[in-house]
C-alpha cells in the first residue's frame, strides 16, 4: 500500500503541526494585498492558524501576523478571522 502524502504545516500562534486542511491560510501577494486564502492556493508568502477560537484571539491580541507576513495587517483581515 501507498503511504500518502499529508501536508503538515505549522500554526504561528501555537506552533503545532498540523494537516494544511485545518489551518486557515493568510496571504500577502507581491502587490502588498494580504487576504485569507480559503482555497490555499494563493500565490504569495503564508502564513496557517489553527481554526480554535483560542489561537484566533491570541492572533489578534498579538498582531503575529504582522512579523510573519513582514507588512502591517489591516483591522479587517483580523475582524473576519474573529468572525471564523
Same mark, same amino acid.
Given at each position: 500500500?501507498?503511504?500518502?502524502?499529508?501536508?503538515? %504545516?505549522?500554526?504561528?500562534? *501555537?506552533?503545532?503541526?498540523?494537516?494544511?486542511?485545518?489551518?486557515? %491560510?493568510?496571504?500577502?501577494?507581491?502587490?502588498?494585498?494580504?487576504?485569507?486564502?480559503?482555497?490555499?492556493?494563493l500565490n504569495g508568502?503564508? /502564513? !496557517?492558524?489553527?481554526?480554535? @477560537?483560542? *489561537?484566533?484571539?491570541? /492572533?489578534?491580541?498579538?498582531?503575529?501576523?504582522?512579523?510573519?507576513?513582514?507588512? @502591517?495587517?489591516?483591522?479587517?483581515? !483580523?475582524?473576519?478571522?474573529? /468572525?471564523?
Amino acid at each position: 500500500m501507498k503511504k500518502s502524502n499529508i501536508k503538515l %504545516r505549522k500554526c504561528i500562534v *501555537c506552533t503545532l503541526q498540523k494537516d494544511k486542511d485545518d489551518l486557515i %491560510r493568510i496571504v500577502r501577494d507581491k502587490e502588498g494585498k494580504i487576504s485569507i486564502d480559503n482555497s490555499g492556493k494563493l500565490n504569495g508568502r503564508g /502564513a !496557517y492558524i489553527c481554526k480554535n @477560537k483560542e *489561537c484566533i484571539q491570541q /492572533a489578534i491580541e498579538t498582531k503575529v501576523l504582522n512579523r510573519h507576513l513582514k507588512s @502591517k495587517v489591516d483591522d479587517d483581515i !483580523y475582524k473576519e478571522l474573529e /468572525a471564523m
